[in-house]
């Protein structure tokens, strides 16, 4: 019985170390090839890279495979499952010869000579092939990286700065070493650096400075901006070898070397703009109105963000008070309660009291928020508007008059809610409770039928539509014989009839525009909270909405008058002394004098250049003649170049290859070809008629004659 025994831990055994040298092996290939790759591209952590990518993938693989729970009882349990003539008696050979019985005994004795010897484990061949493809990938990588091109000046030039990205620029061959200089403003907090690259990234206002050393002595060394400014470089250290140039940066566009007259290629020119503060106020709404009964006051939230820090910030108020002429206006500075330090970001609050600064009902406050920035610029927001409804203008009836009225007399009858209202809380310590509750309730009934008035307005047809039509109750209406009958098989008129209303739709039973049906079911809104509140004997809670309804009406009624402005013609004054003399002396012959005007031919010229490019695409080279108009879009590409480098400066490039080239390449002629379409933009299709038509004509007389034209 030890030789079974024996026999089970020799198969653990083979099955730990199998697993065991595929994790290890599995791991090395995959240190040995990221960390290769890892030390090739980025050039740094080396063996460091190795060491923890092994660690990693040894944890990675032991945490899914876990070798420690192989031990007899799985090796028992594997055997059971995969050798069917050990009849599921394998774990009997674990057990001591005392410890088994009779029938036991018997049945180790059969097993025991159908032990497999060979080929237990089936799957490991697999494994270790496996195991040992992924070892020689790792190895293969670790000597053959170096064969690779690096990335490290080209492909990642771009997230570890210009200082990498030397490999993807032309340097003249007089140029031995360089080195530029970035000096940021002090204002923006960041630090000096220095880079081995011609094509500049920085901020607006700082510091560029150039220091090459060339390989043999130059005569005249200038740098040329835009292709307009040239500067003269000086030499240092008493020789002609050691040169340096500085220049404050303060817009974007591209430059290039010349060197004892031979010109190198064009280096872009990226200037980071510095913006003002961006202001967002989140709250309130740009125009608030404070109803009646609600508190006078506001909660202001603003979100600020800026590039590299914000300074200050506060809130300027004006308050206007009075009607007519005798309108005034106090302006006062409200601070935040936060300390900016260059913040970044900031996210303010205000709470402000509207009593607190003096307004009354009728009042309106015009705030905006001003900051700013590190760099001394200020931005401002939007003005808001915030108004306290005047309950003395909404219950007079100054201009309601004359004009276009909707109902005046429905209109009188809210107002006359809004007295009986107030009259009734001023009586109801004088009055019993039942007599109270009854006049409120009268009051709501009263509301009820002015809402029910309304509502016709708006197409309703019964009163439980409130602001609209609800056709789930049809009181009213005959809708014929409400049994149930059998439906038949394909009527689809029958179906039909199921779910739709034979009536008027309330949307579409009127002629008022959507602007006015919106606030005439707002004013029905507010009617209905209004009834509610009155039935239910609290009229104190039902006055807010009763004054709401009555805003929304006033101004309703207001929207149906216009305001036209007077306009005159203004005439040369006539003098009588003149008049009917007939005297015609100073009367002169009419002279029409005329100007013309150079005409700008830089369409046309990008026109041509761009059907020439056309015509080129076949490989046929430029004569002497084509290359002078190629010369002549230069110019015009050059300056699209200077206002936006990174569009245009690779077409540039492509340009002044073309001009040299034996035979055009087709990728210059359509990059060239690209940025004129760029340039020319997409013009007008000619002829086009006309769009204004007379009523458009007569407004714009009319404004004409307003401005005095």
Not at 64 to 84: A, M
Not at 265 to 288: H, M
Request: charge should be neutral; charged fraction near 25%; include cysteine.
């Amino acid at each position: 019985m030890m030789e079974g025994k024996a026999y089970i831990r020799q198969l653990k055994n083979r099955k730990r170390g199998i697993e065991l040298f595929r994790v290890l092996a599995l791991s090395l290939g995959l240190a040995l090839l990221f960390g290769s790759l890892y030390h090739h591209f980025y050039d740094q952590g080396h063996y460091r890279a190795y060491y923890l990518v092994f660690v990693c993938a040894v944890v990675i693989f032991l945490a899914f495979q876990r070798i420690w729970k192989i031990d007899e009882k799985y090796i028992s349990r594997y055997l059971d499952s995969q050798f069917p003539q050990l009849e599921d008696s394998s774990s009997l050979l674990l057990k001591d010869a005392q410890e088994l019985g009779l029938l036991e005994g018997l049945q180790v004795q059969k097993i025991t000579q159908y032990l497999p010897l060979k080929t237990v484990f089936k799957d490991t061949t697999t494994k270790i092939g496996i195991a040992f493809a992924g070892l020689a990938i790792g190895i293969a990588t670790f000597f053959g990286i170096d064969y690779l091109p690096s990335l490290s000046s080209s492909a990642l030039s771009d997230q570890q700065g210009p200082a990498k990205g030397r490999a993807t620029e032309k340097v003249p061959p007089q140029v031995s070493t360089y080195r530029i200089s970035i000096v940021p403003p002090a204002y923006t907090g960041n630090a000096t650096r220095e880079q081995e690259q011609f094509a500049l990234k920085a901020e607006t206002g700082a510091k560029i400075t150039w220091n090459i050393r060339t390989n043999k002595a130059i005569g005249m060394f200038y740098i040329i901006f835009n292709g307009q400014e040239k500067f003269k470089l000086n030499a240092s250290e008493g020789n002609a070898t050691v040169w340096s140039f500085s220049r404050k940066l303060e817009k974007q566009g591209f430059y290039q070397l010349e060197l004892d007259g031979v010109k190198s290629d064009l280096y872009q020119i990226d200037v980071i703009p510095d913006f003002p503060v961006n202001i967002r106020i989140q709250q309130p709404k740009p125009q608030t109105t404070i109803d009646i009964g609600v508190p006078q006051q506001i909660e202001l939230k603003a979100l600020l963000t800026d590039d590299y820090g914000i300074t200050n910030a506060f809130i300027s108020a004006t308050m206007a008070s009075g009607k007519g002429e005798s309108v005034s206006f106090t302006e006062k500075k409200l601070s935040f309660n936060e300390a900016f330090k260059g913040k970044k970001s900031a996210q303010l609050q205000k709470h402000i009291d509207l009593k607190s600064l003096g307004m009354k009902p009728g009042d309106e406050l015009y705030f905006f928020i001003q900051a700013k920035d590190n760099k001394g610029q200020q931005s401002r927001s939007d003005v808001y508007t915030v108004s306290i409804v005047d309950t003395a203008e909404l219950m007079s009836m100054a201009g309601m008059t004359s004009g276009v009225n909707l109902v005046p007399e429905y209109f009188r009858s809210q107002r006359q809610i809004i007295l009986d209202t107030e009259k009734l809380l001023a009586e109801k310590a004088s009055i019993s409770v039942d007599e109270f509750k009854k006049r409120s309730n009268t009051l709501g009934i009263d509301q009820k039928l002015l809402r029910l008035k309304y509502g016709q307005f708006l197409g309703e047809e019964n009163e439980t539509e409130i602001g609209g039509s609800d056709h789930d109750d049809h009181d009213g209406h005959d809708h014929g014989d409400q049994k149930e009958q059998p439906e038949k098989f394909g009527d689809v008129q029958a179906l039909m009839d199921k779910y739709a209303h034979k009536h008027d739709i309330a949307e579409d039973a009127t002629f008022f525009e959507p602007e006015i049906k919106a606030q005439l079911k707002a004013v029905l809104n507010e009617m209905w909270t209004a009834e509610l509140k009155l039935r239910t004997y609290v009229p104190q809670d039902a006055l807010p909405f009763e004054y709401k309804a009555l805003r929304l009406l006033k101004d309703l009624q207001q929207k149906s008058r216009v305001y036209v402005a007077k306009t005159t013609i203004k005439t040369a004054p006539l003098k009588p002394e003149k008049r009917l003399t007939g005297e015609l002396n100073q009367i002169t012959e009419a002279q029409q004098n005329l100007h013309y005007e150079l005409k700008d031919h830089t369409q046309e010229e990008l026109k041509l250049l761009l059907a020439l490019l056309d015509l080129h695409k076949n490989g046929q080279a430029f004569s002497a003649d084509e290359k002078a108009l190629l010369q002549s879009g230069e110019k015009q590409i050059m300056i699209a170049t200077a206002s936006h480098p990174a569009t245009y400066l690779p077409a540039l490039k492509s340009l002044r290859r073309l001009s040299v080239q034996k035979i055009p390449a087709g990728s210059d002629l359509n990059s060239v070809s690209k940025a004129i379409y760029q340039i020319l933009g997409t013009g007008n299709t000619l002829p086009q008629a006309s769009t204004k038509g007379s009523d458009q004509k007569l407004a714009e007389q009319y404004f004409n004659h307003l401005k005095g034209y």
